[in-house]
């Protein structure tokens, strides 16, 4: 059975952890989920056997809650969760080495601030960047718990699932001490880091006051619902598809509606569609100025699948694969996953999807050998220019919106840029469709949850198999509408003109204070080594 124990051990912490995660509501799990690796980690002496079990443990977890990958793509998710599970490693080899050195609870701080980090860096700007699995993303099926994110973001989430893993962790390994040994009331302050981050939550809960609606601001979302895989299949449907969006929008608009949203590549032909047919009101779009203009009141915000020749490469460019040279002339072609907010007079503004999901969209430069492995439908690795700069769009009816394409909405300081800019409504427009009717879409939208509260503004989602909805500044869902569903809501949003929160005006400041400290508790570390 001692044998067994580690093994057992790695097994039961990666299935709370899995079990404890969205869209799951055994949310509590996550407080005690660490406590079988860290046992497990005294009970190995080996440190290869200890790296395999440990890799076992953080697999099992990536597995569970993130196997949906497999839908889009075989190979990128073979890949994104054999990857990330070994990059999950590198906190818990750090914590192993500072604990022989130091002690447990010195190699404790090193663990819950190397793993912070190691977030926060994988919330940074690289081919492999994958935070779904952020510990400060679990807490979004309990909006009341973590009001206070408007302050901390998610990194505020991490560190308190992990103060209090720690904390009930030394308890517990209090009761190998012999009888007369002296003991840690670490059981009272376990309590205490529990209970008062809920206060604090309550009591900013009982604060806050949601405006009522208004109905001179009336948005309508679509979920038109269009199977993405035949879609991007075939040559002919976009004429037919068009046709079907402008139905089913005419279904739920009124005279006081202001603003329309459709989701991620709505607007898609093979081969793109350029921006300056958009601009110029290209008559092959007729149906849709026509459309537009029956609605003067209203403008359009749209995913599109579209390209712009320039003269020179632009400054975002990424990996030179992004770059295709017009033949005979200096001028090159870009290819954007975009968005464009459009009226009869045709496009007013375009967006660019910033945040490329790795494999399918973007690669770091060492791994283009693996291009050919990694299939994207309409598109292939390395196709897209991203958007650096967070532009707020601005419409006529007061709404200056924040947009988010895809999976953007999973990078809460990257989002809290566009409401320093004094944004005051998150536009989320995605196609989940490619995952089908699995946990990754109702992950997708708890997150948005998460997003509301850091920025207190409300969230309007459209998702073209659904979910799509509205968010309230304090995390609750306004009529989500289920998968597979054809859809058209709207709900009358009130304009904000509160100032932009903590969280937003300063970024994940949180994370930075503990990347630096992780840095100092290393230098430490070493300097005192070398002294001894």
């Known amino acids: 059975m001692n044998r067994l124990l580690p093994l057992l051990l790695a097994l039961i912490g990666g299935t709370l952890l899995s079990i404890g995660w969205p869209p799951l509501t055994y949310t509590p799990?996550?407080?005690?989920?660490?406590?079988?690796?860290?046992?497990?980690?005294?009970?190995?002496?080996?440190?290869?056997?200890?790296?395999?079990?440990?890799?076992?443990?953080?697999?099992?977890?990536?597995?569970?809650?993130?196997?949906?990958?497999?839908?889009?793509?075989?190979?990128?998710?073979?890949?994104a969760i054999v990857t990330n599970s070994l990059l999950m490693c590198l906190p818990w080899?750090?914590?192993?080495?500072?604990?022989?050195?130091?002690g447990i609870r010195f190699g404790l701080l090193g663990l819950i601030a190397g793993w912070m980090s190691f977030e926060?860096?994988?919330?940074?700007?690289?081919?492999?960047?994958?935070?779904?699995l952020t510990l400060g993303n679990g807490l979004a099926t309990q909006p009341n718990w973590i009001q206070w994110y408007e302050y901390t973001g998610t990194s505020g989430g991490s560190l308190w699932i992990w103060i209090v893993n720690a904390l009930l962790f030394l308890q517990f390994r209090q009761r190998s001490l012999p009888a007369d040994a002296p003991r840690k009331p670490y059981r009272w302050i376990a309590l205490a880091a529990i209970g008062i981050p809920l206060g604090v939550s309550y009591w900013i809960k009982s604060t806050i006051t949601i405006e009522q609606n208004d109905a001179?601001?009336?948005?309508?979302?679509?979920?038109?619902?269009?199977?993405?895989?035949?879609?991007?299949?075939?040559?002919?449907?976009?004429?037919?598809?068009?046709?079907?969006?402008i139905k089913s929008s005419e279904a739920g608009i009124t005279?006081?509606?202001?603003?329309?949203?459709?989701?991620?590549?709505?607007l898609y032909q093979l081969g793109g569609i350029g921006e300056k047919e958009l601009k110029e009101r290209s008559p092959r779009f007729d149906s849709l100025w026509k459309f537009l203009a029956r609605h003067p009141k209203m403008k359009l915000f749209t995913g599109v699948e579209s390209y712009a020749v320039v003269k020179e490469k632009s400054i975002n460019s990424i990996p030179a694969p992004d770059w295709l040279q017009i033949p005979g002339t200096p001028s090159f072609l870009e290819a954007y996953n975009g968005a464009a907010l459009l009226d009869s007079s045709g496009a007013r503004s375009f967006y660019h999807k910033s945040?490329?999901?790795?494999?399918v969209e973007t690669l770091p430069g060492f791994l283009h050998i693996l291009d050919a492995w990694f299939e994207k439908f309409g598109g292939t690795s390395g196709g897209y220019t991203p958007q650096q700069d967070r532009t707020v769009l601005e419409s006529d009816d007061g709404f200056r919106l924040a947009p988010a394409i895809c999976y953007e909405s999973i990078y809460g300081e990257h989002i809290s840029r566009y409401f320093k800019k004094e944004a005051n409504l998150m536009v989320i427009i995605t196609n989940d469709g490619w995952w089908q009717n699995t946990s990754g879409h109702k992950q997708h939208w708890l997150y948005a949850r998460l997003r509301a509260i850091e920025n207190r503004r409300w969230v309007a989602r459209s998702a073209n198999t659904g979910i799509s909805g509205f968010i309230d500044p304090m995390?609750?869902?306004?009529?989500?509408?289920?998968?597979?569903?054809?859809?058209c809501i709207r709900f009358a949003i009130p304009i904000q003109l509160n100032a932009p929160t903590f969280y937003a005006q300063t970024g994940d400041i949180l994370s930075k204070l503990i990347c630096a400290f992780l840095l100092g508790l290393w230098i430490w570390a070493f300097v005192t080594r070398r002294r001894s």
């Open 255 to 266: 005279d006081s509606t202001t603003l329309l949203i459709w989701p991620e590549t709505a």
């Open 355 to 359: 945040k490329l999901v790795p494999g």
């Open 120 to 132: 926060y860096l994988h919330l940074q700007d690289w081919g492999l960047s994958w935070p779904w």
């Open 93 to 102: 080899m750090g914590y192993r080495y500072l604990k022989n050195r130091k």
């Open 475 to 487: 995390g609750n869902e306004v009529s989500p509408q289920p998968y597979d569903t054809e859809a």
């Open 29 to 79: 799990l996550l407080f005690v989920a660490w406590i079988p690796l860290l046992w497990m980690e005294e009970k190995v002496k080996g440190k290869w056997l200890f790296l395999g079990l440990t890799y076992l443990h953080l697999l099992i977890w990536n597995i569970l809650t993130t196997w949906w990958i497999w839908h889009a793509s075989g190979p990128g998710a073979i890949a």
């Open 216 to 245: 001179s601001h009336e948005v309508v979302l679509l979920q038109p619902n269009i199977d993405p895989y035949e879609k991007v299949s075939s040559y002919t449907s976009f004429p037919e598809q068009l046709t079907q969006l």
